[in-house]
């Protein structure tokens, strides 16, 4: 058995999600057990500050690494906090708090590479450069071949913060960090990261079952009835806004002395107004296909002023604009299903954030009729802490040498490990 933390921090900004795991057996009879679980919120200055950054406020590089130390430090914390009472953990899988993430394409359209005719030369100036006095016949040319380089234009991006190797130093465990960027070098979106191990842990042998998790950002992972080669049939994507854009109109509606709707209570006292959700359903996100992710730079407080504009001519009380946020947030989960799932789901079950709004879920329910509405809690699983519970598992496939995407999902090249290992000096002076 081996035990693992993993911390968490989505595009909410609410908080680390800390989850202390054992985890026994191997492949498919993979088992864990969470230990421990907690939410440790951020001082309000810092988040104020990732927030910022996530809204596009520039930062010199001094700032930026200042930034990532201080998320990194108290990723340490929480992870120090979590295990506290419990035997030592042998391992950290950190996410990080994610800043910055386009995919292969802006609003998710995949980028053609680039060529010759569209990359401009850099602009040097080789008059300003002394020869070194090299000897020439020492000299041998490297063999490139310009062929096989691929431009870094055709890559997406997926910034992270919060280093790794500061984790592994303050804790003096063994920590994996930055999972997103090896499936981005392998031609994928980086995210979702989870549906492998949700298929390994949530997989059932008579549903076709949907995991919608409701962060910032929502997501799903689709997995069919597990018989046959039905691994290769698991899909997953963004769906479109969670939380976030809900939570900013929260602030925006009370100067900031919310930061969220609780149970959805406001929302739920207020009126959805389905020509605007019509309105932003036509949003070119929504029409891509699989694989797709996205974030909060698309769905972001400039998206949230236009929304306002645009609600202008409906004359929203603040309480219906909410729910319509809300109904955007059910539309666009439930169109996703009918326009790229092979066929709707026998069931579905919530977790992150939104899976506590009531509201929400009673929405969801009435827009899939039929299909149960469920938690992840009631298959044995926390909905509060499956991120976090999910890079523990991806940290020790990393630790294991065993890949932790799924191509179908990311659209990578092939199944590749996720993460990069730090380790602590005590271990290094050890070995």
């Avoid at 030592?88 to 800043?99: F, N, R």
């Avoid at 401009?120 to 000897?135: D, G, Q, Y």
């Avoid at 666009?332 to 009531?358: K, T, W």
């Amino acid at each position: 058995m081996t035990r693992v933390i993993g911390l968490m921090s989505g595009t909410s900004v609410d908080g680390i999600d800390a989850a202390l795991v054992e985890i026994s057996g191997s492949d498919l009879d993979l088992k864990i057990e969470l230990l421990a679980g907690a939410t440790y919120g951020y001082p309000t200055e810092l988040r104020e500050k990732i927030l910022a950054v996530c809204a596009g406020s520039p930062l010199s590089i001094a700032e930026l690494a200042a930034l990532d130390d201080a998320i990194a430090f108290q990723f340490a914390q929480a992870a120090l906090a979590i295990g506290s009472g419990h035997p030592p953990a042998e391992l950290i899988g950190s996410h990080g708090q994610t800043v910055y993430h386009r995919p292969l394409g802006v609003n998710g359209v995949r980028e053609q590479p680039a060529t010759e005719t569209n990359l401009e030369p850099a602009n040097l100036k080789p008059a300003n450069l002394k020869p070194a006095n090299l000897e020439p016949a020492n000299l041998k040319p490297a063999n490139l071949k310009p062929a096989n380089l691929q431009p870094v234009t055709t890559l997406g991006y997926s910034l992270q913060l919060g280093r790794g190797e500061v984790i592994a130093e303050i804790t003096g465990i063994k920590t994996i960090s930055n999972f997103r960027v090896a499936d981005i070098a392998a031609g994928g979106e980086g995210a979702p990261l989870v549906p492998k191990v949700d298929a390994y842990f949530l997989r059932s042998s008579t549903h076709n079952r949907c995991i919608q998790n409701i962060g910032g950002i929502s997501n799903v992972t689709y997995l069919p009835v597990s018989e046959g080669n039905w691994l290769e049939q698991v899909y997953g994507w963004d769906t479109g806004p969670g939380n976030a854009l809900l939570d900013l109109a929260v602030e925006y509606f009370t100067n900031g002395s919310k930061t969220y709707d609780y149970n959805g209570e406001w929302a739920a006292s207020g009126t959805p107004c389905e020509a605007l959700v019509e309105q932003w359903l036509a949003q070119e996100f929504f029409k891509i296909p699989p694989p797709k992710s996205t974030g909060r730079e698309l769905f972001s407080l400039d998206y949230l002023n236009q929304c306002l504009v645009e609600s202008e001519a409906y004359n929203l009380a603040p309480a219906d604009f909410l729910a319509t946020l809300t109904e955007l947030t059910v539309a666009s989960i439930v169109e996703s299903y009918r326009n790229f799932l092979p066929h709707m789901p026998d069931e579905v079950l919530l977790c992150g954030g939104g899976a506590s709004n009531l509201y929400l879920k009673q929405r969801l329910q009435i827009k899939l009729d039929s299909v149960p509405v469920l938690t992840t809690d009631q298959v044995g699983l926390s909905r509060d802490f499956k991120e976090a519970i999910a890079f523990a598992v991806l940290a020790h496939w990393r630790n294991l040498g065993i890949p932790g995407n799924l191509p179908q999902v990311t659209g990578a090249s092939e199944a590749v490990c996720l993460g990069n290992l730090y380790s602590p000096r005590s271990q290094h002076q050890s070995s």
